[in-house]
């Protein structure tokens, strides 16, 4: 994750279980990985303020443009492109080979904040490790903090 881009970059394999039609992966297979993205790029783009797992992913839009091949490795880009009332993400992301051909591409809204779960527990605790780096959390959330 690039704190100053706001962009998290990773890898993804589409295994045996994403297969749809013989060979290929499911449509949703590489929706379910964009929705994915959006949500971990707008835990980390809401500052060191919010803990993960606090923020909801509330639209995803994908575009299915190539099919992947089962086994696949694809690169998967996630940016914050725009921020709105310091809370509403509007994240791009996609799905990209090494030659840099697009298999899929999803314009997505996250709401920073928002926590869905009340529980007390270990992964209430979590903190975010950025390579060789804790990023301390707190439970609130400050709005304009990152």
């Not at 009340?118 to 959330?141: E, H």
Request: hydrophobic fraction near 35%.
């Amino acid at each position: 994750y690039n704190s100053d881009e706001r962009t998290l970059v990773g890898m993804v394999h589409f295994g045996e279980n994403c297969e749809s039609h013989r060979g290929l992966c499911h449509g949703g297979s590489m929706t379910s990985v964009m929705d994915d993205v959006c949500g971990h790029v707008a835990f980390l783009a809401s500052g060191s303020h919010a803990k993960p797992w606090r923020g909801a992913t509330v639209q995803v839009d994908v575009k299915l443009k190539k099919p992947i091949r089962i086994g696949q490795w694809l690169k998967i880009t996630g940016k914050v492109v725009r921020i709105e009332r310091k809370r509403k993400l509007y994240i791009f992301g996609e799905l990209s080979d090494k030659n840099g051909n697009v298999y899929a591409e999803m314009n997505g809204i996250s709401i920073c904040g928002v926590d869905l779960s009340n529980m007390d527990d270990a992964v209430s605790k979590r903190q975010w490790v950025v390579g060789d780096k804790c990023i301390k959390t707190t439970s609130t959330y400050t709005p304009g903090s990152g």
